[in-house]
Nanobody
Framework: QVQLVESGGGLVQAGGSLRLSCAAS????????MGWFRQAPGKERELIAS????????YYTDSVKGRFAVSRDIAKNTVYLQMNSLKPEDTAAYYC????????????WGQGTQVTVSS
Protein backbone atom coordinates (compact mmCIF):
# COMPACT_ATOMS: atom_id res chain seq x y z
CA GLN A 1 0.00 0.00 0.00
CA VAL A 2 1.52 3.26 -1.12
CA GLN A 3 1.65 6.00 1.47
CA LEU A 4 2.84 9.58 1.29
CA VAL A 5 2.98 11.29 4.66
CA GLU A 6 3.72 15.01 4.90
CA SER A 7 5.03 16.75 7.96
CA GLY A 8 6.68 20.00 8.91
CA GLY A 9 3.88 22.49 8.44
CA GLY A 10 3.02 25.12 11.00
CA LEU A 11 2.70 28.80 11.78
CA VAL A 12 5.58 31.08 10.86
CA GLN A 13 6.09 34.81 10.53
CA ALA A 14 6.63 36.43 7.15
CA GLY A 15 10.27 36.12 6.15
CA GLY A 16 10.68 32.89 8.05
CA SER A 17 11.42 29.37 6.87
CA LEU A 18 9.90 25.92 7.08
CA ARG A 19 10.95 22.55 5.72
CA LEU A 20 8.25 20.14 4.67
CA SER A 21 8.93 16.43 4.47
CA CYS A 22 7.13 13.74 2.51
CA ALA A 23 7.87 10.20 3.63
CA ALA A 24 7.08 7.77 0.82
CA SER A 25 6.50 4.06 1.29
CA UNK A 26 4.83 1.04 -0.24
CA UNK A 27 6.65 0.74 -3.54
CA UNK A 28 9.79 1.69 -5.37
CA UNK A 29 9.61 5.27 -6.62
CA UNK A 30 12.37 4.84 -9.15
CA UNK A 31 11.11 6.44 -12.37
CA UNK A 32 8.59 8.55 -10.50
CA UNK A 33 8.05 12.28 -10.34
CA MET A 34 7.37 13.70 -6.89
CA GLY A 35 5.33 16.87 -6.77
CA TRP A 36 4.50 19.45 -4.15
CA PHE A 37 1.10 21.10 -4.51
CA ARG A 38 -0.66 23.69 -2.43
CA GLN A 39 -4.23 24.83 -2.10
CA ALA A 40 -5.27 28.07 -0.45
CA PRO A 41 -8.87 28.68 0.68
CA GLY A 42 -11.06 29.52 -2.29
CA LYS A 43 -8.32 28.76 -4.79
CA GLU A 44 -7.50 25.83 -7.01
CA ARG A 45 -4.77 23.40 -6.11
CA GLU A 46 -1.53 24.30 -7.87
CA LEU A 47 1.69 22.48 -8.57
CA ILE A 48 4.52 24.51 -7.08
CA ALA A 49 7.54 22.22 -7.35
CA SER A 50 8.54 18.78 -8.49
CA UNK A 51 11.58 16.56 -8.65
CA UNK A 52 12.31 13.33 -10.43
CA UNK A 53 13.24 10.51 -8.09
CA UNK A 54 16.62 10.46 -9.80
CA UNK A 55 17.02 14.09 -8.77
CA UNK A 56 18.04 15.05 -12.29
CA UNK A 57 15.13 17.34 -13.06
CA UNK A 58 13.43 19.95 -10.88
CA TYR A 59 10.58 22.31 -11.56
CA TYR A 60 9.35 25.41 -9.73
CA THR A 61 6.41 27.63 -10.42
CA ASP A 62 7.35 31.28 -10.84
CA SER A 63 5.92 32.41 -7.52
CA VAL A 64 8.32 30.24 -5.51
CA LYS A 65 11.47 30.35 -7.65
CA GLY A 66 14.45 31.51 -5.67
CA ARG A 67 12.66 30.95 -2.35
CA PHE A 68 11.74 27.25 -2.30
CA ALA A 69 13.96 24.26 -2.96
CA VAL A 70 12.87 20.68 -3.55
CA SER A 71 15.16 17.75 -2.79
CA ARG A 72 15.00 14.05 -2.03
CA ASP A 73 16.87 11.55 0.10
CA ILE A 74 16.74 8.16 -1.56
CA ALA A 75 18.07 6.35 1.50
CA LYS A 76 15.22 7.76 3.59
CA ASN A 77 12.60 7.56 0.80
CA THR A 78 11.77 11.15 1.63
CA VAL A 79 11.18 14.27 -0.42
CA TYR A 80 11.68 17.71 1.07
CA LEU A 81 10.47 21.21 0.33
CA GLN A 82 12.63 23.89 1.90
CA MET A 83 10.66 27.12 2.03
CA ASN A 84 12.48 30.36 2.73
CA SER A 85 11.43 34.02 2.73
CA LEU A 86 7.86 32.95 3.33
CA LYS A 87 5.07 35.38 2.53
CA PRO A 88 1.47 35.55 3.76
CA GLU A 89 0.36 34.49 0.27
CA ASP A 90 2.18 31.19 0.79
CA THR A 91 -0.47 30.26 3.36
CA ALA A 92 -2.11 27.05 2.15
CA ALA A 93 -2.47 23.34 2.67
CA TYR A 94 0.57 21.66 1.12
CA TYR A 95 0.38 18.23 -0.45
CA CYS A 96 2.94 15.75 -1.66
CA UNK A 97 2.03 13.62 -4.68
CA UNK A 98 3.65 11.05 -6.95
CA UNK A 99 3.19 9.88 -10.51
CA UNK A 100 5.14 7.82 -12.94
CA UNK A 101 7.40 10.26 -14.74
CA UNK A 102 5.69 9.83 -18.11
CA UNK A 103 2.13 9.61 -16.83
CA UNK A 104 -0.38 12.43 -17.10
CA UNK A 105 -1.86 12.44 -13.64
CA UNK A 106 -0.64 12.02 -10.11
CA UNK A 107 -1.68 8.66 -8.71
CA UNK A 108 -0.69 8.99 -5.09
CA TRP A 109 -1.39 11.80 -2.65
CA GLY A 110 -0.57 12.61 0.92
CA GLN A 111 -3.02 13.96 3.44
CA GLY A 112 -1.54 17.44 3.45
CA THR A 113 0.06 19.72 5.98
CA GLN A 114 -1.01 23.27 6.78
CA VAL A 115 1.35 26.19 6.40
CA THR A 116 0.26 29.54 7.78
CA VAL A 117 2.38 32.64 7.31
CA SER A 118 1.50 35.64 9.46
CA SER A 119 2.27 39.18 8.42
Amino acid sequence: QVQLVESGGGLVQAGGSLRLSCAASGRSFSGYLMGWFRQAPGKERELIASITWSGIRRYYTDSVKGRFAVSRDIAKNTVYLQMNSLKPEDTAAYYCAARYEYAQKYDYWGQGTQVTVSS
